[in-house]
C-alpha cells in the first residue's frame, strides 16, 4: 500500500507541474519581428510571470529574424557577436527550467536596437506573482539551439531540456519519500 501512495503522489505531481504551466507566444499577434514600439516586448512581459516549466515560443520569419540567448550586457547594448546560444528555425520554443532573468534579442541587422529584444525572470513553480524584469545572464546556456531552456522543437536538445526538468522534478518528489 505504501508503494502505491508513493507512486500516486509522484504521479500527481507530475501531472501537476505539466498541467499548471503557462505557454507564452512571445509578442502575441506581433510575434517576434521588429517592433514599431522599442519597448514593445518590455511591455508585452512586464504584466506576466513567467515560472519554471512554463513555454516561450517565438514565431518568426527565417532568415529575416532569430533568437539569441545573451546576457545582461550583451542584452542592454545589444551586442550580437557571440550569443550564448542562437536559434534560426522557426518556431522557437523554449521551456524555462531556471529561476532567474534571461535574455533574447534578435541578431539581424538593428533588430536589437530597435527593440526585438525581451528580459524576463522566471520564480519557481510555486513562486511570487512578481511580474517579468531584469536580471543576470542565464545560469544554464545549452548547445546549438538551446538556453536556460529548452529550444526549437523537433531538436534532440529540446527533448534532452525538458526531460532534465522532469528528471530533476521526480527526483526531488522521491527523495520527499
Known sequence: MDGVFKTVTCMFLVLAAVVFAEDYDVG??????????????????????????DELEFDFTAGRHDVAVVTKDAYENCVKEK??????????????????PQYYICTFGDHCRFGQKLAINVVGAGGATTPAAGGTTPTTPGAGTTTTTTPTAGSAASTLGGASFLVAFVSAVVALF
Open 28 to 53: 502575441d499577434d506581433t510575434e517576434w519581428a521588429r517592433p514599431n514600439d522599442p519597448k514593445y516586448y518590455a511591455t508585452w512581459a512586464a504584466s506576466k510571470t513567467f515560472r519554471v516549466g
Open 83 to 100: 550569443p550564448l546560444s542562437v536559434m534560426m528555425t522557426p518556431p522557437v520554443k523554449i521551456i524555462l527550467n531556471t529561476t532567474g
